[in-house]
Nanobody
Framework: QVQLVESGGGLVQAGGSLRLSCVASGTIFRFDTMGWFRQAPGKQRELVAAVTSGGRTTYGDSVKGRFTISRDSRKNTVYLQMNSLNHEDTAVYYC????????????WGQGTQVTVSS
């Protein structure tokens, strides 16, 4: 099992920045992919960013150039630096660990609220 604890959410003005952190505990495999998803009211959960154990990153189109994901595998921690925030970034942000064996298994944190005021 994997437990994920997010921190760093809050209220920020448009144009501002926030940094999210997620610490994973339990059984962590080196090859697990770590990432962030978000879900705004009335919308589906969407990928924000993900990083593999090898450091390959993937970003959602709406955050490219503004958000940066990073990972400290020794600390089992993943970070999301969010710059130039706008109202459309308002959502609950969820930390995710994806374990790909014969099937993929997703582990989720409880989420942290990010609210961007106009």
């Amino acid at each position: 099992q994997v437990q994920l604890v997010e921190s760093g959410g809050g209220l920020v003005q448009a144009g501002g920045s926030l940094r999210l952190s997620c610490v994973a505990s339990g059984t962590i495999f080196r090859f697990d992919t770590m990432g962030w998803f978000r879900q705004a009211p009335g919308k589906q959960r969407e990928l924000v960013a993900a990083v593999t154990s090898g450091g390959r990153t993937t970003y959602g189109d709406s955050v490219k150039g503004r958000f940066t994901i990073s990972r400290d595998s020794r600390k089992n921690t993943v970070y999301l630096q969010m710059n130039s925030l706008n109202h459309e970034d308002t959502a609950v942000y969820y930390c995710n660990v994806r374990r790909q064996l014969s099937v993929a298994t997703d582990y989720w944190g409880q989420g942290t609220q990010v609210t961007v005021s106009s």
